[in-house]
């Protein structure tokens, strides 16, 4: 029995020192009242903006560095940022850009015109090893091209040259004209750096590795990131955190909050749990389910993005019986988009009945509209030829949560459920969303149907329905070639009302051919604990956090 | 001894060029491709057929096989396509903070595991060693991410006692010569850092520790059971020994050796439940790591990681093999 | 596996009497064993007549019942509740039976029979054991779980044949080295060495003396393999390599779709949690009883 005891006793102090431990965290968990912790969904790749594509990277951009213009907080409206005003001549093929005047960047250099057409240049000349796709993605996007373009990377330069004028005045000359340019310089990745620091850490120098990974030689890109925004730079450590220190000499309305760390906590259960523990202040892509928890706290809120984003199904025209119109408006007539967007995206969305978002302008009330119907849908697949059920193969990705599907899986079932109501056999197929999920929808060869969607970058319905469908894609096989000549017009046209139009007219011919079905417009949100006031959350996830108190 | 060592050693040999080989056709013969992986979902079949060629990933196998362990002879165990850093040096953070964790694992499993198996054993039959052995059935029945959820849950976010992510606060600085942040803490006499790093092993080192926790006790109890019964731990006590000193010095001492061995056989239990726990706690070792090159197809990680933990496995029973032969020399001699 | 890791410990020494009367006399006296048996007999029937049993189809949705983004708890229509789909849980976790015994046991069945053929063969043909052996080692060097999910990437991602597979493959070593083990016991006793004296091929004393001896270690840790595969199966669909089809009520993948609503009906984490909980406490149960019942060392005590 005595041995009992003292294995009770053993056991006893066991517990009370784990407790003893545990009651101690409380003191940990009073946090500076002067720094902002921000949870992010992933680590950046680099701190420089011009290399990288995903939105932790571009988190920090948004904070150390900042473009010639930028976006009306809260909005995809184009606003002056490091140029106060810019005109327009020779038909849209040369921009002319005042500057903003007594402007530093963190390294004290000037800004002025000379380091505008560095930045310039610099993309311009990016060599072989900034080239792919992978690496200077928005800029390729944007421009279209490099002065000395590596073997098998195609190039058809936008940007012809940049001239100093005065020190406060630079101007761009392009090759063609353009209606998204000026909205594209929104973009973090076409953001003003220090030429004096790139060229000191050695921003432009660095190799594919045998994995065909870029490894800068230089660090620029994680050690020296300089631009002249409200905060700098001070220290990143992987797997840990990255921390930003208020810039005490910005130009403008300087920071709340002295400090910034940002945390890479991929899982999203994690991170609402680091939020509810008060490890972090906030985090960005909360799911649905967890918002009324949220709400329920008395000391969380949560902040809602306005919705600039569409999840859609492709339908690839190139695989039989999919290239009949008749079977792709089965399609449509089952998808059961009213039931899905009611009930998983927790009131927070409204179902799309085109490519693109509706604050945009271009975005046609008269579209063609397919509501839920499955005997309509079987009576379709009937008149076109078709014995019950059509057998088809729907793909879905995993390991992938977007603001406009936090669930793929889960809007994949319902799909799939509503669809075999209505004359449909679905083989479910899955890949994780990347590398091979994305890919495989793109070359065409994935299923019949694939669960897809996409988040605007900048305000330009170019960004939406320009990206989809203005050149011929494998995503969607053959569809109506007049789509395409639509959209090559509406980008050539420099006056927003024709424009506008154009827009219009090329919604309506879409959702009449049918290439996909849209579904859904989303507004993610944001959670924080009550006490952090001032976040704007922005339609395109440009998001200083300069006005940030707490 | 010597030869028995020499031996061991040489049977490595073989063993490392078929992992390897292993890895190396088991990373070739995945689904989906390098070339694809590292372009993401901006990839365009242009731009694949393009990376392809500038890798040498159209290159014969041996070709590939053969610059692959000339890079990694060097040292060079590649570059990880998700975050655009050499392996060695995210292994160089990773594994000792999956060293950290293990070592927690072990230590709780061990300290509660050897008494709950020794008064077990004590107490054969009674209520004790029922609920000691209905604990340990437990302990090897419940998935371990199962645990480390409810665990979570529990103390992390209702009682908010434990921290629920990662290896340190973020508002804590603090140096880490060493990578390992309990001994980092204390090396440069940051207290609370240690503290604080401490805290964050506790939940993940108990979710982690609860099979090896259920095999050390089962263990304990079967040989104290067994070393009871022999003739020198019958004769200490017929001796007129108190029954406390047989206990610590005949019995417990004695039923160690196969305790000992098994805490060394855990090495692989532990690494394949750290991919679990660590991903449920967000925390950043090597399991978590492995897991996340799976899920973004990193093949280079995969590769480096997976090569690097077998020889991990590998080299610790070794190890284990070369003790048990030291302090058993019925094995050494058997020469087997 | 590590369970069997143990078992293989314990039992590599052990006398090959295989009595299989006495093992099961006293294994009735067991009341650990007999309660393993009586939780395995309950999930089997309930798997084998779910059709009968489950109130619902297990794939049918409702959406119309989820609120708030997610699933109502326990009502009087659905016993257990919904899931985040609208669909019944209860009836899901009694088709999940149907899954969780087949990975359990088509995976066991798949390491069992490679890796008794492999064994044998290193055991008592002694050219190539150091072969497959080296072979075993190298597996083994692998952590097991690790090697699962490398084994289900393989084969092009998750599915239900995949994860079967790959849990078996990873069985192999294990078993491979008890079945040579417990051979190797067996070459040199009498009554082998009788057997070879008087002319019977090697093939034929293999198969007709060594094996049946030699087996019973095998089937205790058979037995606890299966523990182990099923909570490895539901590791593996914990991190989404489960079934292609997601509609599939296995419950490793009830598990990982309801972990993200842990905060808000975290009984849908915790049934398809138990479930395995209980169905594995009754394998390892059983397989500690076997154990008991065939281990001579035990035989006086238990």
């Given at each position: 029995?005595?041995?009992?005891?003292?294995?009770?006793?053993?056991?006893?102090?066991?517990?009370?020192?784990?407790?003893?431990?545990?009651?101690?965290?409380?003191?940990?968990?009073?946090?500076?009242?002067?720094?902002?912790?921000?949870?992010?969904?992933?680590?950046?790749?680099?701190?420089?903006?011009?290399?990288?594509?995903?939105?932790?990277?571009?988190?920090?951009?948004?904070?150390?560095?900042?473009?010639?213009?930028?976006?009306?907080?809260?909005?995809?409206?184009?606003?002056?940022?490091?140029?106060?005003?810019?005109?327009?001549?020779?038909?849209?093929?040369?921009?002319?850009?005042?500057?903003?005047?007594?402007?530093?960047?963190?390294?004290?250099?000037?800004?002025?015109?000379?380091?505008?057409?560095?930045?310039?240049?610099?993309?311009?000349?990016?060599?072989?090893?900034?080239?792919?796709?992978?690496?200077?993605?928005?800029?390729?996007?944007?421009?279209?091209?490099?002065?000395?373009?590596?073997?098998?990377?195609?190039?058809?330069?936008?940007?012809?040259?940049?001239?100093?004028?005065?020190?406060?005045?630079?101007?761009?000359?392009?090759?063609?004209?353009?209606?998204?340019?000026?909205?594209?310089?929104?973009?973090?990745?076409?953001?003003?750096?220090?030429?004096?620091?790139?060229?000191?850490?050695?921003?432009?120098?660095?190799?594919?590795?045998?994995?065909?990974?870029?490894?800068?030689?230089?660090?620029?890109?994680?050690?020296?990131?300089?631009?002249?925004?409200?905060?700098?730079?001070?220290?990143?450590?992987?797997?840990?955190?990255?921390?930003?220190?208020?810039?005490?000499?910005?130009?403008?309305?300087?920071?709340?909050?002295?400090?910034?760390?940002?945390?890479?906590?991929?899982?999203?259960?994690?991170?609402?749990?680091?939020?509810?523990?008060?490890?972090?202040?906030?985090?960005?892509?909360?799911?649905?389910?967890?918002?009324?928890?949220?709400?329920?706290?008395?000391?969380?809120?949560?902040?809602?993005?306005?919705?600039?984003?569409?999840?859609?199904?492709?339908?690839?025209?190139?695989?039989?019986?999919?290239?009949?119109?008749?079977?792709?408006?089965?399609?449509?007539?089952?998808?059961?988009?009213?039931?899905?967007?009611?009930?998983?995206?927790?009131?927070?969305?409204?179902?799309?009945?085109?490519?693109?978002?509706?604050?945009?302008?271009?975005?046609?009330?008269?579209?063609?509209?397919?509501?839920?119907?499955?005997?309509?849908?079987?009576?379709?697949?009937?008149?076109?030829?078709?014995?019950?059920?059509?057998?088809?193969?729907?793909?879905?990705?995993?390991?992938?949560?977007?603001?406009?599907?936090?669930?793929?899986?889960?809007?994949?079932?319902?799909?799939?459920?509503?669809?075999?109501?209505?004359?449909?056999?679905?083989?479910?197929?899955?890949?994780?969303?990347?590398?091979?999920?994305?890919?495989?929808?793109?070359?065409?060869?994935?299923?019949?149907?694939?669960?897809?969607?996409?988040?605007?970058?900048?305000?330009?319905?170019?960004?939406?329905?320009?990206?989809?469908?203005?050149?011929?894609?494998?995503?969607?096989?053959?569809?109506?070639?007049?789509?395409?000549?639509?959209?090559?017009?509406?980008?050539?046209?420099?006056?927003?009302?024709?424009?506008?139009?154009?827009?219009?007219?090329?919604?309506?011919?879409?959702?009449?051919?049918?290439?996909?079905?849209?579904?859904?417009?989303?507004?993610?949100?944001?959670?924080?604990?009550?006490?952090?006031?001032?976040?704007?959350?922005?339609?395109?996830?440009?998001?200083?956090?300069?006005?940030?108190?707490? | 001894?010597?030869?028995?060592?020499?031996?061991?050693?040489?049977?490595?040999?073989?063993?490392?060029?078929?992992?390897?080989?292993?890895?190396?056709?088991?990373?070739?013969?995945?689904?989906?491709?390098?070339?694809?992986?590292?372009?993401?979902?901006?990839?365009?079949?242009?731009?694949?057929?393009?990376?392809?060629?500038?890798?040498?990933?159209?290159?014969?196998?041996?070709?590939?096989?053969?610059?692959?362990?000339?890079?990694?002879?060097?040292?060079?165990?590649?570059?990880?396509?998700?975050?655009?850093?050499?392996?060695?040096?995210?292994?160089?953070?990773?594994?000792?903070?999956?060293?950290?964790?293990?070592?927690?694992?072990?230590?709780?499993?061990?300290?509660?595991?050897?008494?709950?198996?020794?008064?077990?054993?004590?107490?054969?039959?009674?209520?004790?060693?029922?609920?000691?052995?209905?604990?340990?059935?437990?302990?090897?029945?419940?998935?371990?991410?199962?645990?480390?959820?409810?665990?979570?849950?529990?103390?992390?976010?209702?009682?908010?006692?434990?921290?629920?992510?990662?290896?340190?606060?973020?508002?804590?600085?603090?140096?880490?010569?060493?990578?390992?942040?309990?001994?980092?803490?204390?090396?440069?006499?940051?207290?609370?850092?240690?503290?604080?790093?401490?805290?964050?092993?506790?939940?993940?080192?108990?979710?982690?520790?609860?099979?090896?926790?259920?095999?050390?006790?089962?263990?304990?109890?079967?040989?104290?059971?067994?070393?009871?019964?022999?003739?020198?731990?019958?004769?200490?006590?017929?001796?007129?020994?108190?029954?406390?000193?047989?206990?610590?010095?005949?019995?417990?001492?004695?039923?160690?050796?196969?305790?000992?061995?098994?805490?060394?056989?855990?090495?692989?239990?532990?690494?394949?439940?750290?991919?679990?726990?660590?991903?449920?706690?967000?925390?950043?070792?090597?399991?978590?790591?492995?897991?996340?090159?799976?899920?973004?197809?990193?093949?280079?990680?995969?590769?480096?990681?997976?090569?690097?933990?077998?020889?991990?496995?590998?080299?610790?029973?070794?190890?284990?093999?070369?003790?048990?032969?030291?302090?058993?020399?019925?094995?050494?001699?058997?020469?087997? | 596996?590590?369970?069997?890791?143990?078992?293989?410990?314990?039992?590599?020494?052990?006398?090959?009497?295989?009595?299989?009367?006495?093992?099961?006399?006293?294994?009735?006296?067991?009341?650990?064993?007999?309660?393993?048996?009586?939780?395995?007999?309950?999930?089997?029937?309930?798997?084998?007549?779910?059709?009968?049993?489950?109130?619902?189809?297990?794939?049918?949705?409702?959406?119309?019942?989820?609120?708030?983004?997610?699933?109502?708890?326990?009502?009087?229509?659905?016993?257990?509740?919904?899931?985040?789909?609208?669909?019944?849980?209860?009836?899901?976790?009694?088709?999940?039976?149907?899954?969780?015994?087949?990975?359990?046991?088509?995976?066991?069945?798949?390491?069992?029979?490679?890796?008794?053929?492999?064994?044998?063969?290193?055991?008592?043909?002694?050219?190539?054991?150091?072969?497959?052996?080296?072979?075993?080692?190298?597996?083994?060097?692998?952590?097991?779980?690790?090697?699962?999910?490398?084994?289900?990437?393989?084969?092009?991602?998750?599915?239900?044949?995949?994860?079967?597979?790959?849990?078996?493959?990873?069985?192999v070593p294990i078993f491979a080295r008890l079945m040579r083990g417990s051979i190797l016991g067996q070459r040199e006793t009498d009554y082998v060495l009788a057997a070879r004296?008087?002319?019977?091929?090697?093939?034929?004393?293999?198969?007709?003396?060594?094996?049946?001896?030699?087996?019973?270690?095998?089937?205790?840790?058979?037995?606890?393999?299966?523990?182990?595969?099923?909570?490895?199966?539901?590791?593996?669909?914990?991190?989404?390599?489960?079934?292609?089809?997601?509609?599939?009520?296995?419950?490793?993948?009830?598990?990982?779709?309801?972990?993200?609503?842990?905060?808000?009906?975290?009984?849908?984490?915790?049934?398809?949690?138990?479930?395995?909980?209980?169905?594995?406490?009754?394998?390892?149960?059983?397989?500690?009883?076997?154990?008991?019942?065939?281990?001579?060392?035990?035989?006086?005590?238990?």
């Amino acid at each position: 029995m005595r041995k009992i005891l003292k294995a009770g006793v053993a056991l006893g102090a066991l517990s009370l020192l784990v407790a003893a431990v545990a009651s101690g965290s409380a003191e940990g968990q009073a946090q500076a009242k002067d720094t902002l912790v921000f949870a992010t969904e992933g680590e950046p790749t680099f701190l420089d903006p011009a290399i990288v594509s995903d939105g932790p990277s571009l988190r920090v951009a948004d904070q150390i560095t900042e473009g010639l213009v930028t976006v009306k907080p809260g909005t995809t409206k184009i606003v002056p940022d490091l140029a106060t005003s810019w005109t327009g001549s020779n038909g849209g093929k040369r921009w002319t850009f005042k500057l903003r005047g007594g402007v530093k960047f963190h390294d004290g250099t000037p800004f002025n015109a000379q380091a505008v057409c560095a930045n310039f240049n610099r993309w311009y000349n990016f060599p072989a090893a900034f080239q792919p796709d992978s690496v200077a993605y928005y800029y390729y996007t944007v421009f279209g091209g490099y002065r000395k373009p590596a073997q098998g990377i195609t190039s058809d330069p936008l940007f012809s040259s940049c001239q100093v004028v005065n020190a406060s005045t630079a101007r761009i000359n392009l090759r063609k004209p353009s209606a998204s340019f000026i909205a594209a310089l929104s973009l973090p990745s076409l953001s003003m750096q220090s030429p004096t620091a790139l060229k000191k850490y050695k921003a432009n120098a660095g190799t594919l590795s045998a994995d065909g990974v870029l490894r800068p030689s230089g660090t620029y890109a994680t050690e020296h990131p300089t631009g002249t925004g409200p905060y700098k730079f001070k220290s990143w450590k992987i797997g840990d955190k990255l921390v930003l220190e208020r810039n005490d000499s910005y130009w403008g309305k300087k920071a709340k909050l002295k400090q910034v760390i940002l945390r890479a906590i991929p899982d999203n259960a994690a991170r609402l749990q680091a939020l509810q523990s008060g490890e972090i202040d906030g985090y960005n892509l909360v799911e649905p389910q967890d918002i009324s928890t949220i709400k329920r706290n008395s000391s969380l809120k949560i902040i809602d993005r306005p919705a600039f984003n569409v999840g859609y199904v492709t339908i690839n025209s190139a695989k039989a019986p999919m290239n009949k119109l008749l079977v792709r408006q089965a399609v449509a007539h089952g998808l059961d988009r009213e039931a899905v967007v009611k009930s998983f995206y927790g009131g927070r969305a409204q179902v799309a009945t085109q490519f693109m978002p509706p604050q945009l302008f271009g975005w046609a009330k008269d579209v063609k509209k397919y509501p839920y119907n499955p005997a309509r849908s079987r009576q379709l697949l009937q008149q076109a030829g078709l014995t019950l059920p059509v057998e088809i193969e729907f793909w879905y990705p995993t390991d992938i949560s977007r603001g406009y599907m936090p669930d793929p899986q889960r809007n994949f079932q319902a799909f799939a459920a509503s669809l075999e109501n209505s004359g449909f056999k679905v083989v479910a197929k899955s890949a994780p969303w990347r590398p091979d999920y994305v890919a495989r929808v793109q070359a065409g060869n994935a299923g019949h149907l694939n669960l897809i969607g996409w988040t605007g970058d900048f305000g330009d319905p170019d960004n939406f329905i320009g990206t989809f469908f203005r050149t011929p894609q494998n995503t969607w096989g053959p569809i109506n070639p007049k789509i395409h000549a639509i959209l090559n017009a509406a980008l050539r046209e420099t006056d927003l009302e024709k424009r506008t139009l154009t827009y219009q007219q090329a919604n309506r011919l879409i959702m009449a051919n049918l290439p996909g079905v849209p579904y859904v417009h989303t507004k993610p949100a944001l959670a924080f604990k009550k006490s952090v006031r001032g976040y704007v959350a922005s339609p395109i996830e440009l998001e200083p956090f300069a006005p940030v108190s707490k | 001894m010597l030869r028995f060592v020499v031996r061991r050693l040489f049977l490595l040999v073989p063993i490392l060029i078929g992992l390897s080989l292993l890895v190396f056709f088991w990373i070739r013969a995945l689904p989906g491709s390098p070339a694809e992986a590292l372009l993401g979902e901006r990839a365009t079949p242009d731009s694949i057929a393009q990376a392809r060629d500038q890798y040498g990933l159209d290159d014969p196998l041996y070709v590939q096989y053969w610059r692959y362990v000339q890079t990694v002879g060097s040292g060079d165990l590649g570059t990880s396509i998700a975050s655009h850093r050499p392996i060695t040096e995210e292994l160089r953070e990773r594994f000792p903070a999956t060293i950290e964790l293990a070592f927690s694992a072990m230590l709780f499993a061990t300290l509660i595991g050897v008494p709950l198996g020794f008064f077990a054993a004590k107490r054969y039959g009674g209520i004790f060693d029922n609920s000691s052995l209905f604990l340990s059935l437990i302990g090897v029945s419940i998935p371990i991410f199962f645990l480390a959820i409810l665990l979570k849950w529990l103390f992390a976010v209702n009682l908010g006692w434990l921290p629920s992510v990662g290896r340190q606060d973020v508002l804590i600085d603090a140096g880490h010569p060493t990578n390992f942040y309990v001994l980092d803490g204390i090396v440069t006499g940051n207290w609370n850092a240690a503290w604080d790093a401490a805290k964050h092993l506790i939940l993940p080192g108990i979710a982690l520790a609860t099979i090896p926790l259920a095999i050390i006790a089962r263990i304990t109890r079967a040989s104290v059971l067994d070393v009871q019964n022999e003739d020198y731990v019958r004769t200490a006590r017929a001796k007129g020994l108190a029954p406390r000193t047989v206990d610590r010095r005949h019995v417990l001492r004695n039923a160690m050796l196969p305790v000992t061995t098994i805490i060394g056989l855990q090495v692989g239990l532990l690494l394949s439940g750290a991919i679990l726990t660590e991903t449920v706690f967000a925390f950043p070792g090597l399991g978590s790591w492995l897991q996340m090159a799976i899920e973004n197809r990193d093949y280079p990680v995969l590769q480096g990681g997976i090569l690097f933990v077998a020889m991990v496995v590998v080299v610790v029973n070794l190890l284990v093999d070369i003790s048990y032969g030291l302090l058993n020399p019925r094995v050494r001699l058997a020469g087997r | 596996m590590s369970v069997a890791e143990i078992t293989e410990i314990a039992l590599e020494q052990a006398p090959p009497t295989g009595l299989w009367r006495d093992a099961f006399r006293r294994m009735r006296r067991n009341p650990g064993a007999i309660f393993g048996l009586f939780v395995i007999g309950f999930f089997a029937f309930v798997a084998i007549f779910a059709p009968l049993i489950a109130p619902f189809d297990p794939r049918h949705q409702d959406l119309s019942l989820i609120v708030d983004g997610c699933c109502p708890g326990p009502s009087r229509d659905h016993l257990l509740g919904v899931d985040d789909l609208g669909r019944d849980e209860l009836s899901r976790l009694i088709y999940g039976a149907r899954y969780s015994l087949l990975i359990g046991v088509v995976a066991v069945t798949v390491g069992l029979t490679l890796g008794m053929f492999l064994g044998a063969t290193a055991g008592y043909f002694r050219r190539l054991d150091g072969l497959i052996m080296r072979l075993m080692d190298i597996m083994l060097a692998i952590p097991g779980f690790l090697m699962a999910i490398g084994i289900v990437a393989l084969f092009g991602g998750g599915g239900l044949l995949q994860v079967m597979l790959a849990i078996g493959i990873v069985n192999v070593p294990i078993f491979a080295r008890l079945m040579r083990g417990s051979i190797l016991g067996q070459r040199e006793t009498d009554y082998v060495l009788a057997a070879r004296a008087i002319g019977v091929p090697g093939r034929q004393i293999l198969g007709s003396h060594i094996m049946p001896n030699a087996i019973s270690p095998v089937i205790v840790a058979g037995t606890l393999a299966l523990a182990t595969s099923i909570i490895d199966a539901a590791g593996l669909g914990f991190l989404g390599l489960g079934p292609q089809d997601p509609a599939t009520p296995e419950w490793g993948t009830m598990l990982t779709g309801t972990v993200r609503y842990l905060q808000t009906q975290p009984l849908l984490a915790i049934f398809p949690g138990l479930a395995i909980v209980i169905v594995v406490m009754g394998f390892n149960l059983l397989g500690d009883g076997l154990r008991e019942a065939l281990d001579p060392k035990l035989r006086g005590r238990a």
